[in-house]
């Protein structure tokens, strides 16, 4: 498998607003959005209705004109762009969109060859491969049917087909699998995997499909027209698993775990780095996910730094001056490379509001701590 995740972004968006009506009835749709995309990956969008999805995946797509803010698809700058540079990026997007706008009076077959005929593909090359695709996604026996004869998953499965056959770059799909029986579904969504993985398709997808959730490499949360959450989900599990195993965090529900592992900022420090210094404000609780610390700290008589304890993975420290609203009572050092995971004040003082256990796991540990 090709690793793409060091190329460019894809979809880079800064700075995005958008607006609908004008005059009096002018309202924003969109609020100073930002979103990078690599190639290979796929994002799950969700988001309560009227939130924005579609607005920004029709952005993305070039449906919509860009008003304000930075929007780059594969290194093109939106905003601004000819009708020419639209046409050209349009022919590397694929769309699956809710509404499926198949064409009636042609066969599932012609309906997903239309799509290559627009990117200039020769038909002795795509049929096979639309055979292929439409068998895969089920509908071998029906290839020839015209869309009055579909059942609505049907459809939309023909239209997955069509925005997939011609390779694109990036695939934009509004709740694909809406529509779709469980089984297809997964089908629709592991040729997307594929796609992605082999040929560093970016997939975009808005869905409230849980079943579907797994594929995603990261989840993306839009409200009120904002993206507020934006989650790599490998990175998110993984410190999930590793604070599940630890003494204090084991009894957080898995909705606080993940709220904790979301918030987290992973750091890493050299070896002989200081981490926390004795006598500073503490602001930081710092769980060990990597490597070793001593704690030292300064012996008031003699007036030298003494190492008072070692830490090892799995330990946590910092949480005293959180909690008593003291500076801190001693130095951590990093005595090789280090990681940690850190909580910020506020999301340390609202993870102990949610958590008794996690309150009383840290009084317990609290005795001769930092
Ligand atoms: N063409 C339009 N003209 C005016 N307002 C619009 C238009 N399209 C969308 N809006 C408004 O913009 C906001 C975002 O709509 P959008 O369709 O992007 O939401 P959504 O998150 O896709 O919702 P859903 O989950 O219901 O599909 C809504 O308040 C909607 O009413
Ligand atoms: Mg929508």
């Not at 796609?195 to 989840?219: K, P, Q, S, W, Y």
């Not at 998110?236 to 599940?244: D, G, R, V």
């Not at 008589?301 to 799995?314: F, K, P, R, S, V």
């Amino acid at each position: 498998m090709t690793d793409f995740s060091n190329q460019p972004a894809v979809i880079q968006i800064d700075g995005l607003n958008h607006y609908f009506g004008s005059g009096d009835s002018k309202t924003q749709a969109l609020f100073d959005n930002a979103l990078n995309v690599r190639p290979g990956e796929i994002v799950i969008m969700t988001g309560p209705s009227g939130s924005g999805k579609t607005t920004l995946l029709t952005l993305i797509g070039t449906l919509r004109t860009v008003q304000d803010g930075s929007l780059k698809v594969l290194g093109e700058e939106l905003n601004g762009i000819s009708q020419q540079g639209l046409t050209e990026i349009r022919k590397k997007i694929g769309f699956i969109f809710q509404a499926h706008n198949l064409f009636g009076s042609l066969t599932a077959y012609q309906n997903v060859r239309m799509a290559t005929e627009l990117a200039g593909l020769k038909n002795s090359v795509v049929k096979p491969k639309i055979e292929q695709m439409l068998t895969r996604l089920g509908l071998g026996e029906r290839i020839h049917y015209k869309p009055k004869s579909l059942s609505g998953g049907q459809k939309q499965r023909v239209a997955i087909a069509r925005g997939l056959i011609h390779n694109p770059r990036i695939v934009l799909a509004d709740e694909p699998t809406a529509a779709l029986d469980e089984e297809s579904g997964r089908e629709a969504v592991t040729l997307l995997r594929e796609m992605a993985d082999r040929e560093g398709c970016t997939v975009l997808i808005v869905t409230h499909d849980n079943r579907i959730l797994d594929f995603a490499d990261r989840i993306i949360n839009m409200v009120a027209g904002k993206i507020t959450n934006d989650s790599d989900v490998k990175q998110t599990e993984k410190i999930c698993a590793f604070l599940q195993a630890t003494e204090i965090f084991a009894e957080l529900t898995p909705r606080t775990l993940t709220d904790v592992a979301n918030n987290v900022e992973v750091r890493n420090y050299a070896a002989n780095e200081t981490i926390v210094r004795q006598g500073d404000e503490g602001r930081e609780f710092f769980v060990l996910a990597d490597g070793n610390v001593a704690i030292v700290r300064t012996n008031p008589a003699t007036g030298q730094d003494e190492t008072i304890n070692q830490l090892a993975e799995g330990s946590h420290f910092g949480e005293v001056a959180l909690i008593k609203d003291q500076p801190r009572n001693a130095t951590v050092v990093a005595t090789k490379p280090t990681t940690c995971y850190v909580l910020d004040r506020e999301e340390f003082r609202s993870v102990i509001d949610t958590s008794d256990s996690f309150e009383s796991e840290l009084r317990k540990a609290m005795f001769e701590r930092i």
